[in-house]
């Protein structure tokens, strides 16, 4: 008999280790690793488990790459992200993000540049793609490819869809945060960031 894996179960194993005192994860390396493992089981061993609708394996391959990524593995983070593009339940473009941010890390800018240039000539269908791509660049200082990823993630806003009415602002507020630690004038958008936040109640980008 297997047992079925559903989006409750992902969310319990995510935050296993959360500490809401302190807001943060506690766990450290090896929470990551077994953490990764475990996903890589679920996506990998159907004797034993079955995947609610919504779960796929490429999913569960995904966030274990992300996992081993946290715990300074990166080959073995590489391994199951590029396993997970392959995957036949992959969507479009859905373990690029992970890719990009593991070549950014090792250096390998080139490599990275190659993937998101995929994504942008053969458009993503989930937003979160090109924030995740975006601030991928912004995490290692790449400023100028940070900015034109936000801007890349605003364009596409009426061909992906808003999948929430706080999108728009968080791209807007990605581009903003780069502008200004790239000492550069505020323009139109940044205004408008400025004006939609203050509308919001949060908190001025230093």
């Given at each position: 008999?297997?047992?079925?894996?559903?989006?409750?179960?992902?969310?319990?194993?995510?935050?296993?280790?959360?500490?809401?005192?302190?807001?943060?994860?506690?766990?450290?390396?090896?929470?990551?690793?077994?953490?990764?493992?475990?996903?890589?089981?679920?996506?990998?061993?159907?004797?034993?488990?079955?995947?609610?609708?919504?779960?796929?394996?490429?999913?569960?391959?995904?966030?274990?790459?992300?996992?081993?990524?946290?715990?300074?593995?990166?080959?073995?983070?590489?391994?199951?992200?590029?396993?997970?593009?392959?995957?036949p339940s992959a969507r479009p473009f859905e373990a690029h993000p992970t890719l990009i941010s593991l070549h950014l890390e090792s250096d390998e800018l080139d490599a990275a540049l190659a993937l998101a240039d995929e994504v942008r000539k053969g458009g993503a269908e989930e937003l979160g793609i090109y924030e995740s791509i975006a601030e991928s660049f912004e995490l290692v200082g790449e400023l100028t490819l940070a900015e034109r990823w936000f801007a890349i993630a605003l364009r596409a806003l009426d061909r992906v869809g808003l999948e929430s009415p706080l999108d728009r602002l968080s791209l807007l507020s990605g581009r903003y945060r780069v502008r200004r630690e790239a000492e550069k004038p505020l323009d139109v958008l940044d205004v408008e960031t400025e004006q939609l936040r203050d509308e919001q109640g949060l908190d001025s980008i230093d």
């Open positions: 008999m297997t047992t079925q894996i559903t989006e409750d179960d992902i969310d319990e194993l995510e935050l296993r280790d959360f500490d809401e005192a302190t807001g943060s994860a506690t766990g450290g390396v090896a929470e990551h690793l077994e953490k990764a493992a475990i996903f890589e089981e679920w996506a990998t061993d159907a004797d034993s488990y079955t995947l609610d609708d919504g779960v796929t394996p490429a999913y569960l391959l995904v966030v274990a790459a992300e996992h081993l990524q946290m715990a300074n593995d990166t080959t073995e983070a590489f391994r199951l992200a590029r396993a997970a593009r392959e995957h």
